[in-house]
C-alpha cells in the first residue's frame, strides 16, 4: 500500500538468529501496530505504539520486542528466532478516528 | 477479554447468489466493529465499518448492521461476484470513534468462494 512499506516482504532464517521488520509509513499517523497472521487464529496483536518511543504488548508478545524513534518508522524485533515464529507479520497505522490501515505483510519462514 | 467469532468457512456459492457471513462478538463498552477482506497474496482492506448500535456500515454492495442486542455484525450482498472470493475477517475495537490506540480483535476469518 502507498502509506506503509513493510520490508522485507520475504525472508527464511535459521532458529536462533536475530531478526528485524521494518514498518515504515508516510501518512504521519501517531498509532502503530504488528500483528502476526496464523492459520486458525486470524490475525493476533503482537505490540503497538502510540507514539515515538511510546510502546505496549498486545496479546501474543513474548519472544518479540519493539522500537518507534521516530513517526514513521516501528521496527519488530525478534531477538532469537524459533520455528514457532514462522508466519506471516502485519503492520498497520492508524489515527484517533480513521480505522486501522494494514501494510501488504513480511512472510517470514524460521528454518 | 473481548472475542470475535465468525465462521470460518470454506463458503462456497456461485456467482449472483446471496451472501451472508455471520459474526458475534464479546466486549465490554461499547466497541466499533469492521469487516477488513484479504485477497490472496494482499494485505488487509477495510470493508466496511459502524461505530454505534444500529449505524449500518456499506461498500461495495456489502453492509453489515450493528446490533447491540444480538452482539452481532453480519456480512450481507445481494448478490456476489468471482471477484468477492477473498477472506473475510470480522474485528473489533474499544471505543467508539473508529480509530484511537487499541488494537483490533480479529476473528479467525472466512474463507469466500465464489463459482462462475
Known amino acids: 500500500d502507498a502509506g506503509i512499506t513493510q520490508s522485507p516482504r520475504h525472508k527464511v532464517t535459521e532458529t536462533g538468529t536475530p531478526v528485524t521488520l521494518r514498518c515504515h509509513q508516510t501518512e504521519n499517523h501517531r498509532y502503530m501496530y504488528w500483528y502476526r497472521q496464523d492459520p486458525g487464529h486470524g490475525l493476533r496483536l503482537i505490540h503497538y505504539s502510540y507514539g515515538v518511543k511510546d510502546t505496549d504488548k498486545g496479546e501474543v508478545s513474548d519472544g518479540y520486542s519493539v522500537s518507534r524513534s521516530k513517526t514513521e518508522d516501528f521496527l519488530l524485533t525478534l531477538e532469537s528466532a524459533t520455528s514457532s515464529q514462522t508466519s506471516v507479520y502485519f503492520c498497520?497505522?492508524?489515527?484517533?478516528?480513521?480505522?486501522?490501515?494494514f501494510g501488504d505483510g513480511t512472510r517470514l519462514s524460521i528454518l | 477479554g473481548d472475542s470475535v467469532t465468525q465462521m470460518e468457512g470454506p463458503v462456497t456459492l456461485s456467482e449472483e447468489a446471496f451472501l451472508t457471513i455471520n459474526c458475534t462478538y464479546t466486549?465490554?463498552?461499547?466497541?466499533?466493529l469492521f469487516w477488513y477482506v484479504q485477497y490472496p497474496g494482499e494485505g488487509l482492506q477495510l470493508l466496511l465499518k459502524?461505530?454505534?448500535?444500529?449505524d449500518k456500515g456499506s461498500n461495495k454492495g456489502f453492509e453489515a448492521t450493528y446490533r447491540k442486542e444480538t452482539t452481532s455484525f453480519h456480512l450481507e450482498k445481494g448478490s456476489v461476484q468471482v471477484s468477492d472470493s477473498a477472506v473475510y475477517f470480522c474485528?473489533?475495537?474499544?471505543?467508539?470513534?473508529?480509530?484511537?490506540?487499541?488494537?483490533?480483535?480479529f476473528g479467525k476469518g472466512t474463507h469466500l468462494i465464489i463459482q462462475p
Open positions: 459502524a461505530t454505534k448500535a444500529d
Open positions: 466486549a465490554t463498552g461499547y466497541p466499533s
Open positions: 498497520a497505522i492508524s489515527t484517533d478516528v480513521r480505522p486501522q490501515h
Open positions: 474485528a473489533l475495537s474499544d471505543g467508539n470513534s473508529g480509530g484511537g490506540a487499541d488494537g483490533l480483535t
